[in-house]
């Protein structure tokens, strides 16, 4: 994993075609009380597990607006970093500054790791609901995660609150 070409990986990562590997359950993050967390570990087209990439998702709740990422991340070892992500914020809450000082509000994504490159940006939609599963289908049409057996959901879809 070099800095110079760390873009170019991730957006090989995110056109190749996956598929989730496991049931995607939503459960309360251990470290976090009131937290949700998902992950599974992804497949490619011979349903063969890709090394090093799996799916991540967390739903946080906040006072100010409850938040909601999914995410293509790489792992090797201890070491975890982010391929592509689709961080799903309040359009009235500010998630990031940029390095000028611009404020980012409301949804945005990110290609690659700050460690090493990234590049992110805005998302403009119409979808009203942060858990709403549009958000899913719109990330998994970004990432090329198709669903098999398995396949990916926001917290809450089909129970009392979904």
């Not at 201890?78 to 914020?89: A, S």
């Not at 609901?129 to 995660?145: D, G, L």
Request: glycine residues 8%; aromatic residues 12%.
């Amino acid at each position: 994993m070099k800095k110079d070409t760390w873009l170019d990986e991730c957006r090989a990562w995110c056109s190749q075609i996956k598929y989730v590997g496991e049931g995607l359950e939503w459960s309360e993050k251990p470290s976090h009380s009131g937290w949700l967390e998902a992950t599974s570990v992804l497949l490619d087209e011979r349903r063969v597990t890709i090394p090093h990439l799996y799916f991540k998702g967390e739903y946080q709740a906040g006072r100010m607006g409850d938040r909601v990422t999914y995410a293509l991340m790489y792992k090797d070892g201890i070491e975890k970093r982010r391929v592509f992500m689709l961080e799903v914020w309040p359009a009235h809450v500010r998630s990031h500054k940029f390095k000028d000082g611009t404020p980012l509000f409301g949804p945005h994504i990110h290609l690659g790791d700050y460690r090493l490159e990234e590049i992110t940006r805005q998302v403009r939609s119409s979808i009203s609901v942060i858990t709403e599963q549009r958000w899913v289908e719109r990330f998994a049409r970004h990432a090329r995660i198709k669903s098999g057996k398995s396949s990916l959901s926001s917290p809450f879809v089909g129970d009392l609150f979904g």
